[in-house]
């Protein structure tokens, strides 16, 4: 059975997921130029010709710089929820009618043979949403772009074989970064990002028995590395008693190289 996904890029500067199984192939978001994404999609191995379709988390450019671009070259279907086709309808230009789908908050939606589930983030978007991934009783979560961690959410990403989720930024890097402060207020705050502290004591809730991989994703390219994400992580996971480098894995994710496909199993 395949079930299998790779991050095509993810950071500040761009994001792009792919997932797919024997009869889907998902991107999620494309948040680079239309060159950039053909390119990373060759990196990756992929082919874009094969896509079947592109879901959208929200508007902020680095999720949606290109996709028009490629929803137009490959003629592909997109689908995000009402506020955020409102919210992003004049960046993208134009679609055919047959392009545009409504997937709203907390649905789950059946394509080929993934289920996909949506859920509200705490984020400065219209109606910012991710997704978690079900194929033959596994389950991947996507999840950036939020200011904290809800209940709601551990929940719902709970026990994932394996998880895309940020690690945005390094508080002291940020506190004492050349951001303006308003800037840095948005970050810290409820509707901006999460940090790495933040990110490993939620992964404390959310790692089950079937959890593997955890992918440290959204980097900030000022406010955070990727050796102290990763390590502030691990550390804080293995002082909790979790298997690190042993049942589960910390990996990295890049904004301009995408991560080798991984097969979910």
Same mark, same amino acid.
């Given at each position: 059975?395949?079930?299998?996904?790779?991050?095509? =890029?993810?950071?500040?500067?761009?994001? *792009?997921?792919?997932? #797919?199984?024997?009869? #889907?192939? +998902?991107?999620?978001?494309?948040?680079?130029?239309?060159?950039?994404?053909?390119?990373?999609?060759?990196?990756?191995?992929?082919?874009?010709?094969?896509?079947?379709?592109?879901?959208? @988390?929200?508007?902020?450019?680095? !999720?949606?710089?290109?996709?028009?671009?490629?929803?137009?070259?490959?003629?592909?279907? +997109?689908? *995000?929820?009402?506020?955020?086709w409102r919210a992003m309808e004049n960046s993208i230009g134009k679609l055919s009618l047959d392009q545009k789908f409504n997937f709203e908050l907390e649905q789950v939606k059946t394509f080929g043979d993934i289920d996909v589930e949506s859920f509200g983030v705490s984020h400065d978007a219209a109606e910012p949403?991710?997704?978690?991934? !079900?194929? &033959?009783?596994?389950?991947?979560?996507?999840?950036? &772009?939020?200011?904290?961690?809800?209940?709601?959410?551990? /929940?719902?990403?709970? &026990? =994932?074989? =394996?998880?895309?989720?940020? *690690?945005?930024?390094?508080?002291?890097?940020?506190?004492?970064?050349?951001?303006?402060?308003?800037?840095?207020?948005? +970050?810290?705050?409820?509707?901006? !990002?999460?940090?790495?502290?933040?990110?490993?004591?939620?992964?404390?809730?959310?790692?089950?028995?079937?959890?593997?991989?955890?992918?440290? *994703? !959204?980097?900030? /390219? &000022?406010?955070?590395?990727?050796?102290?994400?990763?390590?502030?992580? #691990?550390?804080?996971? #293995?002082?909790?008693?979790?298997?690190?480098?042993?049942?589960?894995?910390?990996?990295?994710?890049?904004?301009? @190289?995408? @991560?080798?496909?991984?097969?979910?199993?």
């Amino acid at each position: 059975m395949t079930f299998q996904f790779s991050v095509l =890029a993810s950071g500040s500067t761009g994001n *792009a997921f792919y997932i #797919e199984s024997e009869k #889907e192939k +998902i991107l999620v978001d494309a948040g680079l130029s239309g060159k950039q994404l053909d390119r990373l999609f060759n990196e990756a191995g992929l082919n874009p010709r094969e896509l079947s379709r592109i879901l959208v @988390t929200h508007e902020h450019s680095d !999720h949606i710089k290109g996709l028009g671009i490629i929803a137009r070259k490959y003629n592909l279907p +997109i689908y *995000a929820n009402e506020k955020t086709w409102r919210a992003m309808e004049n960046s993208i230009g134009k679609l055919s009618l047959d392009q545009k789908f409504n997937f709203e908050l907390e649905q789950v939606k059946t394509f080929g043979d993934i289920d996909v589930e949506s859920f509200g983030v705490s984020h400065d978007a219209a109606e910012p949403m991710f997704f978690t991934f !079900h194929h &033959d009783g596994k389950k991947v979560a996507l999840v950036t &772009d939020l200011g904290y961690v809800s209940e709601r959410i551990k /929940k719902t990403v709970q &026990d =994932a074989n =394996a998880l895309v989720f940020e *690690a945005n930024h390094d508080v002291s890097m940020l506190q004492m970064g050349r951001y303006p402060w308003n800037v840095k207020r948005r +970050i810290l705050g409820d509707y901006g !990002h999460v940090s790495n502290d933040d990110c490993a004591l939620a992964l404390e809730d959310i790692i089950g028995d079937q959890t593997k991989r955890i992918y440290l *994703a !959204h980097l900030s /390219k &000022d406010n955070n590395m990727k050796e102290l994400a990763r390590m502030s992580v #691990e550390n804080h996971l #293995e002082a909790a008693g979790f298997p690190i480098n042993h049942q589960i894995t910390i990996h990295d994710t890049d904004p301009d @190289t995408p @991560t080798p496909l991984f097969q979910v199993v």
